[in-house]
Every structure is written in structure tokens, then in C-alpha cells.
């Protein structure tokens, strides 16, 4: 049985252009349903900005204690080398971004609008149809944003797959890679080689990824990247 909603506003899509437009009108008292089909943030709290952002952190303190390791920084130096443990920098990872999702809700719970959780298509202008757990939902509203955001680009002659993963998986690696060609030096690309290459010994790996990566640079502009990884640490 199919479960109808008629709604002032449907905001499409729950990442930071649509989450913030939902919340918007729900604060200026318009009837309001946000429709997202994984997770309230979008990419950028699941799998892009807060994720990147939280793993560079870990990469950033891991690289400097080991720097303190080799007694190169003001003659302090630790007694052993220290160890990345990359399940529990993963799970502290997961938890950040667990608890800012937490946040997201309450803010569209605070200002009133209604979360749907599946997949939106529309059968006109005005009506979307919404697979959820529960069965479907139509929703019917008399003003629509379409925040449906991007997803990762697939090249051609580097299709994912295997070795060969997108931004997302590089954000959730069970393993450290012993080499990786990034390719695409834009802000992402560039963002996942130098917490990949933190977390790893500093030195030949970082300078084989950037010899990669430099070429490619004007395809970057256009694509989010690839990466190719090489066996495991
Ligand atoms: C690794 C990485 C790092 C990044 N770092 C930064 C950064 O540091 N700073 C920065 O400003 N930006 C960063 N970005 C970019 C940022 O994530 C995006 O600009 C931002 O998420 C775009 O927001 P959006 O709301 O337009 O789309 P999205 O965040 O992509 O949200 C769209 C949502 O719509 C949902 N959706 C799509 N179609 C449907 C449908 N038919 N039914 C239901 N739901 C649907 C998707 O599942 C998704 O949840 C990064 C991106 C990546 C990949």
C-alpha cells in the first residue's frame, strides 16, 4: 500500500544544500519533508569533507609522534616507534561522523521537518515517489528542491574495481596500500594523498604519488579521483 504526504516544500537530497534548505523553511513555518536515500549529511558528512577531514587529523598527529620517534624535533625523542592502529582510527572516524549526523537531525527535528529515508523518483513535476523500508510513500508538495548532489566519476581507462576505488572507499580502507597512484591533484585528490602518505613512512611513497599525480592535473579539474592502490602495509 502506497502512503501519501502532502507537503508545502520536499527537499530532495540530505546533504549540506539540502539538509540547510529543509531547515530553513521549517524555521520560516513552511510544511516541510526532507527525502534522502543514505544517511543525513550527504557526501560531505559520510563520505567526503568531516571523514577526510577527521582521517588527515589522525594522519597529521601519527606523523608527527613519529617524527618525535626518530628524535628529529628539539633533540625529544620516544622510546618506540609508534604504531597506527587503522580499525580503531576508523571506528573514531565513524564515531565523529555518527555524532554529527545525530546533530543534523535534531536540527531538522527542531525546525519541524519530516525525514523520509529512501529512494525519491518522480512521476511529475509535483510527486515523488519514495521506496522506503516500510513500503512506498508519495509525496506530493507544491514546491520541490533538488539537492541530489554528485557521485564519484568513473574513467574510462580506469574503471572501479579491484585495486582501482573511488574517494568513498578511500575513506573507509581496511589496510594501508604499500604504494597508490592518485589520480586527480585537485582539492580531494590532493586531500587523500597526503593523509594516505602521513599515515605511511614519509619519503618514497609520497614522491612516487606526486610524479603520478602531476601529469593529470588538468583531468582533475574535471573528475573526482581514482585511486589505484598496490598491495597492503
Ligand atoms: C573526499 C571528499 C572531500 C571533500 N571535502 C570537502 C571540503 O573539505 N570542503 C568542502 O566544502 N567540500 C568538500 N567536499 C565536497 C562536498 O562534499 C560537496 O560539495 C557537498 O557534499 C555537496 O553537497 P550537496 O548537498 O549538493 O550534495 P551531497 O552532499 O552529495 O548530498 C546529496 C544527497 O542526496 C542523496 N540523493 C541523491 N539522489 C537521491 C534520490 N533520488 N533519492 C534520495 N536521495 C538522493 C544522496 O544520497 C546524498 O545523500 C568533499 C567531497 C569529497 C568526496
Not at 2 to 10: A, E, N, Q, Y
Not at 136 to 147: D, F, G, S, T
Not at 187 to 213: D, K, M, N, Y
Request: proline fraction near 4%; aromatic fraction near 4%; charge should be positive.
Amino acid at each position: 500500500m502506497t502512503t501519501r504526504i502532502d507537503t508545502k516544500v520536499l527537499v530532495l537530497g540530505g546533504g549540506p544544500g539540502g539538509y540547510v534548505a529543509a531547515i530553513r523553511a521549517g524555521q520560516l513555518g513552511l510544511d516541510t519533508v526532507l527525502v534522502d536515500r543514505d544517511g543525513l549529511g550527504g557526501t560531505c558528512l559520510n563520505r567526503g569533507c568531516i571523514p577526510s577531514k577527521a582521517l588527515i587529523e589522525a594522519a597529521t598527529r601519527f606523523a608527527s609522534v613519529s617524527e618525535l620517534a626518530r628524535g628529529t624535533i628539539s633533540g625529544v625523542r620516544l622510546a618506540c616507534a609508534p604504531e597506527l592502529d587503522l580499525a580503531a582510527t576508523m571506528q573514531w572516524k565513524d564515531g565523529i561522523v555518527e555524532r554529527l549526523r545525530g546533530g543534523v537531525a535534531s536540527l531538522l527535528h527542531r525546525s519541524r521537518v519530516r525525514v523520509v529515508a529512501g529512494w525519491g523518483r518522480f512521476s511529475d513535476a509535483k510527486t515523488c515517489h519514495v521506496t522506503t523500508a516500510d513500503g512506498e510513500v508519495a509525496i506530493v508538495a507544491e514546491h520541490v528542491v533538488l539537492a541530489t548532489g554528485s557521485v564519484p566519476a568513473e574513467l574510462p581507462m580506469l574503471p572501479f574495481g579491484g585495486p582501482v576505488v573511488s574517494s568513498t572507499e578511500a575513506l573507509a580502507l581496511r589496510e594501508l596500500p604499500r604504494r597508490l597512484v592518485v589520480v586527480g591533484a585537485g582539492t580531494i585528490g590532493l586531500e587523500l594523498w597526503h593523509r594516505l602518505s602521513q599515515a605511511r613512512r614519509r619519503g618514497r611513497h609520497r614522491r612516487a604519488a606526486a610524479q603520478a599525480a602531476a601529469p593529470l592535473r588538468r583531468q582533475a579539474q574535471r573528475t573526482r579521483p581514482a585511486l589505484a592502490l598496490n598491495g597492503t602495509a
